[in-house]
């Protein structure tokens, strides 16, 4: 019995640092170290800008990038995921942050977590694959204009104290303070954008957004003490740092604020298992390797959940941190562990240096974070593709965008979940036969072309393709069609795939009708599964066990007979 447990738990969650441990050798060491070294210096300014783009201290996103980087891979399904503070929540933790403050942010990332690990549990890590495109790109695109929108108040050193978490309401405040456009803070943060796009050319190898900061942090700093250049906001105007420490703390849970982040807590969740999902499987694409997607969304949950007891925001894979950890020789979770880090001795022994940053150089590299994020080339593929496709895409990126994540998600997946039942109950076909079928149509495994021809009084109903509730109708069409009374009525079901509830409703509603009526049903090539759900609703003893026929052959025979007597 113990070892039947054990096994389960394995098969449940195996982390990959397991298996990777095994056979481990110094010069895969080596190569992980390095690799954890250089996605740690680049995820630096990366987790400041999202920590501060989601109304909290720069702090806590370097908190989150340490303790949940570590714990993602510690306990992750991927060997090189490298996790984090990401662009993709920023909106979400902006709004709950203006709302319900960072209290508010601790408990909804903390529900978040306990969700991610439900779903690991309940192995929902394929079925999550399952999101349509358009609704991935719809709210990507969302989100990246979002924060776009964000950033304008810094790059154009307006000095807004408080921006309005509206998109719309964003704007109008802009135009009403685009007088105070601050000129230093704009040629910072255009310049920043500009090292960023072209540092690519010069070094794949060096981040060009810690280039882009290292370099205008200098030049901000000698323009304020010696060329007496003021108005340039840094970090440290911004926020009383003190010395950079990790603590742990109990945060403050009120159960009816619980009920009220619910929404909140469950779009993190989905937005965080996505992204994750997502970021290990474009890993899997460039290593060979496959990850486990509930592991890993156990251990996305884990780190959830841990983070915000030490002031942590929301945390899940990061695509380019990931793919950095790849490029520069990232095998093993070993390497994201260093990455880890390496955050932590930057944080606690350079910390302060982190306060000279000007607001425009950080607002520059979210806008770059912003335009990779956009996917404008998929968004402008889709939106000429097939209609529905593109309905769905641009709804769910319209709520992004002027209302919030959870109703875009929410709508975007009711909207394809609609569209898509509209198109399989369109090729759905019911066909009805009066005097002959073609065998070579409709018989199993027949290549005769001959016709079969049908007793009076006998027809037969065809259904190509799954009978569902989106088809309800269209087989009432067909049947309020019939002019004379038959016999025998032969439901050929060797095309049905499934049935739900609603069809077996509808067909068991069919039979009682028909009976009433004097009509006998028979069944025509019903599999084995669809068999199973008729004998769980009643049906197959409602219709009697022989006339519940293995292929048409048999059921127009069984139908000769009812019909001769």
């Known amino acids: 019995m113990v070892a039947l447990k054990n096994d389960f738990v394995k098969k449940l969650f195996r982390p990959k640092l397991l298996d990777t441990l095994k056979g481990y050798t110094k010069e895969q060491m080596s190569a992980d170290v390095m690799s954890g070294v250089i996605v740690g210096i680049v995820a630096l300014p990366l987790a400041i800008a999202f920590g501060i783009a989601s109304g909290v201290t720069p702090e806590r996103g370097l908190v989150t990038a340490v303790i949940a980087g570590f714990l993602v891979s510690l306990l992750g399904g991927s060997r090189v995921q490298i996790g984090g503070p990401t662009g993709a929540f920023i909106v979400i933790v ?130 304020r003490e010696y060329a007496g250049v003021g108005g340039i906001e840094t970090i440290g105007d911004r926020f009383a740092l003190g010395k950079m420490s990790i603590a742990a703390e109990a945060p403050k849970i009120d159960f009816a604020m619980v009920r009220e982040l619910l929404p909140a807590a469950f779009t993190i969740a989905m937005l965080g298992a996505i992204e994750s999902l997502l970021s290990a499987t474009v890993a899997d694409g460039a290593t060979g390797d496959k990850h486990d997607s509930n592991t890993e969304l156990i251990a996305q949950g884990v780190a959830n959940v841990v983070t915000p007891f030490f002031g942590g925001i929301p945390a899940t894979g990061a695509i380019a941190r990931t793919m950095t950890n790849i490029n520069n020789g990232g095998r093993t979770p070993v390497a994201g562990m260093v990455h880890a880090v390496v955050l932590l001795l ?72 609609v569209l898509f039942l509209k198109r399989v109950s369109d090729v759905t076909t019911v066909s009805r036969f009066r005097r002959e079928v073609a065998e070579a149509d409709y018989v199993e495994g027949s290549v005769d072309t ?116």
Request: proline residues 3%.
């Open 94 to 223: 902006y709004g709950i942050v203006q709302q319900f403050g960072t209290s508010g942010l601790i408990v909804a990332t903390i529900m978040a977590g306990v969700m991610l690990v439900a779903m690991g549990l309940l192995k929902f890590g394929a079925i999550i694959r399952f999101i349509p495109y358009p609704v991935v790109v719809g709210f990507t695109s969302g989100i990246a204009l979002t924060i776009f929108a964000t950033q304008i108040n810094d790059i154009l050193g307006l000095g807004i104290a408080n921006v309005p978490a509206d998109f719309i309401d964003k704007w109008a405040v802009y135009g009403q303070s685009i007088a105070s456009f601050n000129p230093w803070a704009f040629g910072i943060g255009a310049v920043t954008v500009a090292i960023i796009m072209w540092m690519p050319k010069v070094s794949k190898k060096v981040p060009g957004s810690l280039v882009a900061i290292v370099v205008m942090t200098g030049v901000v700093w000698l323009l």
């Open 346 to 417: 930057i944080m606690l022994f350079l910390g302060s240096l982190t306060r000279h940053i000007p607001m425009s150089c950080l607002a520059g590299v979210l806008v770059v974070v912003a335009y990779n994020m956009s996917e404008w080339r998929q968004f402008r593929s889709l939106v000429r593709g097939e209609r529905a496709g593109a309905a769905v895409l641009l709804a769910t990126f319209l709520l992004t965008v002027v209302f919030d994540l959870t109703i875009a998600i929410e709508i975007g997946l009711l909207l394809a979940v």
């Open 450 to 565: 001959e016709k079969l021809e049908l007793p009076k009084g006998v027809e037969v109903y065809e259904i190509d393709g799954p009978f569902f509730f989106g088809l309800a109708g269209k087989f009432d069409d067909v049947m309020k069609a019939i002019g004379d009374k038959p016999e025998v009525r032969i439901i050929r079901m060797r095309k049905v795939p499934f049935v739900d509830s609603t069809g077996a409703h509808n067909l068991e509603s069919l039979v009682k009708a028909s009976q009433r009526e004097g009509i006998t049903i028979l069944l025509s090539g019903v599999n084995d599964g669809v068999r199973e759900t008729l004998r769980a609703y009643g049906i197959e003893e409602l219709v009697g066990r022989e006339n519940v026929l293995s292929n048409i052959n048999e059921a127009v025979a069984r139908a000769g007979e009812i019909a001769g007597e």
